[in-house]
């Protein structure tokens, strides 16, 4: 049995749990989870946290949308500076196409996805976002 995340924690509950590092970008490193081979840990290098802030944000603004969702990474937890994400962990990704994804989602380099459990195609980062359309596109209520 897997242990469970909480949706918020502290900085320090999680340096415990930050394994081998898998990944690297601009402004975050990305480390296996200590204990859960299905997540990953996302430690933003520097401040301000906004990739991971935005990632948290947009993921739980698609609550009640599963099509939508089904596109991104799911996002388990963000500890309360917003230094670290713990996300869902995606495989490399074959040479399938990819699907579309919402005008949102500006850095479509191809490894920002990946392969979930079930076969599916998702964006593993999204912290990079335009919503200048979706703002234009807004109605006034």
Known sequence: MTAPIPIL?????????????????????????????????????????????????????????????????????????????????LLSLDERPLPPFPAFVIDRKRENYGLSVDGLIKCLDYGDISLSDTLVKADLI
């Open 9 to 89: 924690f502290s900085d320090d509950d999680l340096h415990p749990f930050i394994g081998e590092q898998v990944g690297i970008g601009v402004n975050r490193t990305v480390y296996r989870h200590n204990g859960r081979d299905d997540v990953v840990i996302k430690v933003q290098n520097r401040l301000p946290c906004r990739a991971n802030f935005t990632e948290w944000l947009l993921w739980n603004q698609m609550h009640g949308q599963p099509a939508l969702r089904a596109l991104f990474a799911r996002v388990w937890g963000l500890s309360d500076s917003g230094r670290y994400l713990v996300m869902e962990r």
